[in-house]
T-cell receptor, first 112, second 114 residues
Framework: KQEVTQIPAALSVPEGENLVLNCSFTDSAIYNLQWFRQDPGKGLTSLLLIQSSQREQTSGRLNASLDKSSGRSTLYIAASQPGDSATYLCAVTRDSNYQLIWGAGTKLIIKP | SAVISQKPSRDICQRGTSLTIQCQVDSQVTMMFWYRQQPGQSLTLIATANQGSEATYESGFVIDKFPISRPNLTFSTLTVSNMSPEDSSIYLC???????????FGSGTQLSVL
């Protein structure tokens, strides 16, 4: 049974720092992995989608990597800003039937 | 990207009553998904709704408790029936716009049951 773990559960850093959020999964047979951002009252926003054949994806200050063999993904946020404060969730799918398995999230606080 | 309107955004309900949550998408999509996020926990898929057929429910969720309608390719509803305090959660609808596996979410419905 696939399990997704995110560490740390919460993180607080000063503005401007580069930071890494971690996501691990127990079954390497994944179809894709996604990183989402959740803001209170605003639902979820998809940040990056990495297909199983890819190693990383980049969008602006965000870079997500995928290492299937070790069952790990990282989300790198460069030059953090207070607006980056949110809960970050990762989710994996086993196949194309959209059965996402979710991590519990990392609550990120960027202090001005 | 797809724009998803979900309402109500929040509600406080009495035990034993039912609440219907609406999800409207600005483009036609084949599959819509309903999720539940209990306090402090991850998202859990309730069911997948395809237009013109009955929804497919995940283990632990049944149609009598969570009836779903999908009358067309842009709209779906989820009803939480005979509510109890354990149903207090955030409920989210989601679509896979363009079928690329990238999900778009509504803003969620924060439900509190007294």
């Amino acid at each position: 049974k696939q399990e997704v773990t995110q560490i740390p559960a919460a993180l607080s850093v000063p503005e401007g720092e580069n930071l890494v959020l971690n996501c691990s999964f127990t079954d390497s047979a994944i179809y894709n992995l996604q990183w989402f951002r959740q803001d209170p009252g605003k639902g979820l926003t998809s940040l990056l989608l990495i297909q199983s054949s890819q190693r990383e994806q980049t969008s602006g200050r965000l870079n997500a990597s995928l290492d299937k063999s070790s069952g790990r993904s990282t989300l790198y946020i460069a030059a953090s800003q207070p607006g980056d404060s949110a809960t970050y969730l990762c989710a994996v799918t086993r196949d194309s039937n959209y059965q996402l398995i979710w991590g519990a999230g990392t609550k990120l606080i960027i202090k001005p | 990207s797809a724009v998803i309107s979900q309402k109500p955004s929040r509600d406080i309900c009495q035990r034993g009553t039912s609440l219907t949550i609406q999800c409207q998408v600005d483009s036609q999509v084949t599959m819509m998904f309903w999720y539940r996020q209990q306090p402090g926990q991850s998202l859990t898929l309730i069911a997948t709704a395809n237009q013109g057929s009955e929804a497919t429910y995940e283990s632990g969720f049944v149609i009598d408790k969570f009836p779903i309608s999908r009358p067309n390719l842009t709209f779906s509803t989820l009803t939480v029936s005979n509510m109890s305090p354990e149903d207090s959660s955030i409920y989210l609808c989601s679509v896979d716009w363009q079928g690329g596996g990238k999900l778009f979410f509504g803003s969620g419905t924060q439900l509190s049951v007294l």
